[in-house]
């Protein structure tokens, strides 16, 4: 059965200094500075990966589920696209994106307000794309442009769109939904990776053993 994530990271204690501890005494806690990654070949070998949409309020756990039936291969997920900070790289829950709107902008009528200007795509008869889809403009955008088939020039006015922060920002939002995953038959390349790269190693004088090391309690000498 697949370890989580945490429980493959190694511990670490550090002298408490709590109210009421005693001189020895230690508080234990995951060494988060001690994480996981992929190898870089397999990063640098697309072929490792396959695409995919994040669907409606999905987590990584869910992710995991559905491309390897395990949820508690949501770290392959993540590490797959080298987050360091889920809250911000990972979609918000629809809720919580609502609620992030309203704070930013205030009201729904700042919210609709225009952000900028987009081109759409404008062709001449020959089908050749004269100005392409998604430029950022002016609210008052033309452009003109010869016809070969006419011999004349064209203007064309009123193609700008406007894009609303609420479409902007939903904008941003969505690209986080194309993620990338280790594709399942390469998962036990990674899962040896951690294995090698998560105990400790001797030679210092804070380890205790592969899953442990000790801060020095410089009290205890003092």
Not at 127 to 137: D, H, K, N, S, W
Not at 157 to 186: C, F, H, M, Q, W
């Amino acid at each position: 059965m697949p370890v989580p994530y945490f429980r493959q990271v190694p511990d670490f204690e550090y002298v408490s200094r709590l109210p009421n501890a005693k001189i020895s005494d230690y508080i234990r806690v995951k060494n988060l500075f001690k994480r996981g990654k992929l190898a870089d070949d397999l990063f640098a070998d697309l072929n490792f990966f396959t695409k995919y949409q994040i669907e409606g309020d999905d987590r990584p756990d869910n992710v995991a589920y559905k491309i390897y039936d395990d949820p508690t291969l949501d770290w392959v997920i993540l590490l797959s696209n080298n987050y360091t900070n889920i809250q911000s790289e990972w979609p918000l829950l629809q809720n919580d994106f609502d609620r992030y709107l309203l704070d930013k902008y205030g009201t729904y009528e700042k919210l609709n307000a225009a952000h900028h200007y987009e081109t759409t795509e404008i062709k001449n008869i020959d089908g050749a794309i004269i100005t392409p889809a998604g430029l950022t403009v002016a609210s008052d955008y033309s452009v003109t442009y010869y016809d070969p088939a006419t011999g004349q020039e064209v203007e064309k006015e009123g193609t700008a769109v406007e894009v609303t922060n609420y479409d902007y920002e939903s904008k941003i939002e969505d690209e986080k939904r194309n993620i990338y995953a280790l594709k399942p038959e390469y998962l036990n390349i990674i899962k040896d990776d951690m294995k090698g790269l998560m105990p400790y190693e001797k030679g210092s004088t804070e380890y205790i053993n592969e899953s442990l090391k000790r801060a020095e309690n410089i009290r205890l000498y003092s």
